[in-house]
């Protein structure tokens, strides 16, 4: 006999199928970074758009951010600056830490 198809339907509006698309479009995206980045990438962008929502969220809301979430987001944001830098700047960095702060960072 088969499924109804028009009735399964029937009460999707604009809203839904919105969300279905953007689901089904976040999968093609995580898909397409995993092929071309590691997961450590995928795990940074998705805490990134979790801080974005979250701010345009509270700015559309007109609700204050929590200290939470902007702590969250500076660990973040710490960890994709440390993910970025080269090695070698990062020694160069503790050596001139160690030495005090005094003279230039190479």
Request: glycine share 12%; proline share 6%.
């Given at each position: 006999?088969?499924?109804?198809?028009?009735?399964?339907?029937?009460?999707?509006?604009?809203?839904?199928?919105?969300?279905v698309v953007?689901?089904?479009?976040?999968?093609?995206?995580?898909?397409?970074?995993?092929?071309?980045?590691?997961?450590?990438?995928?795990?940074?962008?998705?805490?990134?758009?979790?801080?974005?929502?979250?701010?345009?969220?509270?700015?559309?809301?007109?609700?204050?951010?929590?200290?939470?979430?902007?702590?969250?987001?500076?660990?973040?944001?710490?960890?994709?600056?440390?993910?970025?830098?080269?090695?070698?700047?990062?020694?160069?960095?503790?050596?001139?830490?160690?030495?005090?702060?005094?003279?230039?960072?190479?």
């Open positions: 006999r088969g499924l109804p198809l028009p009735r399964w339907f029937a009460h999707y509006n604009a809203y839904t199928w919105a969300l953007l689901g089904g479009f976040t999968g093609l995206c995580t898909s397409a970074v995993m092929k071309w980045a590691d997961n450590l990438v995928k795990v940074f962008a998705r805490a990134g758009s979790m801080f974005l929502v979250a701010a345009v969220s509270a700015f559309v809301l007109g609700r204050p951010v929590p200290p939470q979430l902007l702590l969250g987001g500076a660990v973040t944001a710490f960890g994709v600056a440390l993910y970025s830098v080269r090695p070698q700047t990062m020694l160069a960095a503790a050596r001139w830490c160690v030495r005090g702060g005094g003279g230039r960072l190479y």
